[in-house]
């Protein structure tokens, strides 16, 4: 199915990478009328705080804050409460942190949505990073086999949580959701147009190979924000989805 304009910009995430909210103000500024979801991200967030995201929110924006909770369940828990509070759209944990943290995080949002008229936010847990290689995996990391391997355990860990979804590389979305189903949403960082910067990056797609494997939402940060035009860089991804058969 062809996306349209708008479903297009949708499924892009901007990453927003700044250390302060002026410098991420500058971009939204440029980027503003294009309904891209807007991903605050650790540094944003510890500078600028949770007004920040209030403020995205009060201007229409649909959030991913990506803070990656790995705690004991009752603070994760605690956490979650919070962000949801703040009305974000998504967020993450770390799927490492085991079952009983990942459902901690579904009872926080429940205890902060009943009886508020908050909506529940897309809960997803972080795989591995698209920065692990397989030498990491196993060298450093200490986890044996393939890196799609360890991917997997922890998708289906977090599918039997309960949770929405998972952060993962485009390369591992297909299996992924012959493993969890096609409702089970892939949050994907490692998006590269072509002849962009490879970054600290290892497993990477263009964003229409990443559509091609089915993936719901694509993460694309300095490919966007680093460009010496924002605006026409975006476009441009849009364009390339839209234009996908």
Known sequence: ??????QAAGRIMVALDYPDAAAAERLIAELQGIPCYMKVGMQLFY?????????????????????KMHDIPNTVKGGANSVTKLGVDMFNVHAAGGSA????????????????????????????????????LNEQIGINGTVEAAVLRYAELT????????V??????????????????????GIRPKGADVND?????TPSEALRQGTDYM????????APQPRAALESIIKELISYE
């Open 1 to 6: 199915m062809k996306l349209t304009t708008e």
């Open 47 to 67: 500078a600028a705080g949770p007004s920040f995201v209030e403020s995205l929110k009060k201007r229409g924006y649909y959030v991913f804050l990506d803070v």
């Open 101 to 136: 943290m990942l459902e901690a995080a579904l009872e926080g949002v429940d205890a902060a949505v009943t009886g508020s008229g908050l909506l529940k936010p897309t809960v997803i847990a972080v795989t591995h990073l698209t920065s692990t290689s397989q030498s990491m």
């Open 159 to 166: 599918k039997a949580a309960g949770l929405d979804g998972v």
């Open 168 to 189: 993962a590389s485009p390369s591992e979305v297909e299996a992924i959701k012959a493993a969890c189903g096609a409702s089970f949403k892939t949050v994907t960082p």
């Open 201 to 205: 990056q290892s497993r990477i797609m």
């Open 219 to 226: 993460v694309i940060g300095r490919p966007i924000t680093a």
